[in-house]
């Protein structure tokens, strides 16, 4: 398990996150969502052992991961940042490969690993292009495969990924596939944990959510327990409604301001409860 026991990060005297705790499971999804500036990304950044907290501690697999060597974290724990920059006219092939750096493999087994990612991220059709020539949602995809490769071989000791905003430069049909890639790797004995802007994909894909919001933890659970319209307009400060749709399973949710809001075909959303695990 990767554990983040109630993490504070405060930042030139400024309190970022505030008693925070999440535990990510292998085989399981849990997805981070909150407002812009909620610190969700600095919790990944500290989940992934980049910056220190004030408070709190971070486990991974039972260890502390304060003393957890650079390289010992690179085998556990895969990070897609916000952002990221390549400084060099890097292939699409070798930006994966990058992925590999940690791991004390042979190159043909590197190149199986790489091939397989590329494979499922469709990314190896321009396997051989400069990065700095692809798409904003092409470089997106080779990032995933990057940290995928870094992962994906089978151990005996859980990894996880952390995906910040995973799919932002995406259109929805490669929105779909990056979840269920993502979904594809918790069957790997991979624990996954994404911010997703997407509340409706958030809810879809997630095993766990967890609501952040201005540094602090909302609510936390499983998504029938959490996802609910007191929670989302609490921590987004936004009417909304939720809505049943013939077939799903999870609710639907909508703006209460958009006009498919008042959609006659869309029934109200009543299997879903109010109960919040407070935490
Ligand atoms: P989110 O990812 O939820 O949008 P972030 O974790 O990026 O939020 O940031 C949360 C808050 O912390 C924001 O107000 C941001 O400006 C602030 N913040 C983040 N990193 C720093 C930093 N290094 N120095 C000062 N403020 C920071
Ligand atoms: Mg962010």
Known sequence: MLRAGNISVMIRGKQILQDVSVQVLPGRFTAVVGPNGAGKSTLIKVLAGEISSTEGSIQINANEAASMSPKAMSLVRAVLPQHTQVHFAFTAEQVVLLGRQAHAATKNENSAVVGEVMELTGTSAFRSRIYHTLSGGEKQRVQLARVLAQVWEQTLYPRYLLLDEPTSSLDIAQQDIIFSLARLACTR????????????????????????????????????????????????????????????????????????????????CIQFNNNVINQ
Do not use: W
């Open 189 to 268: 004995n991979i624990g996954v944990l994404a911010i997703i802007h997407d509340l409706n994909q958030a809810v879809q894909f997630a095993d766990e959510m967890v609501f952040l919001k201005c540094g602090r933890c909302v609510c936390a659970g499983a998504p029938p327990i959490v996802f609910t319209q007191s929670n989302i307009e609490t921590t987004f400060g936004c009417p909304v409604n939720l809505y049943h749709l013939a077939g799903r399973s999870h609710p639907f949710m909508v703006p209460s301001h958009n006009p498919l809001a008042d959609a006659p075909s869309f029934q109200p």
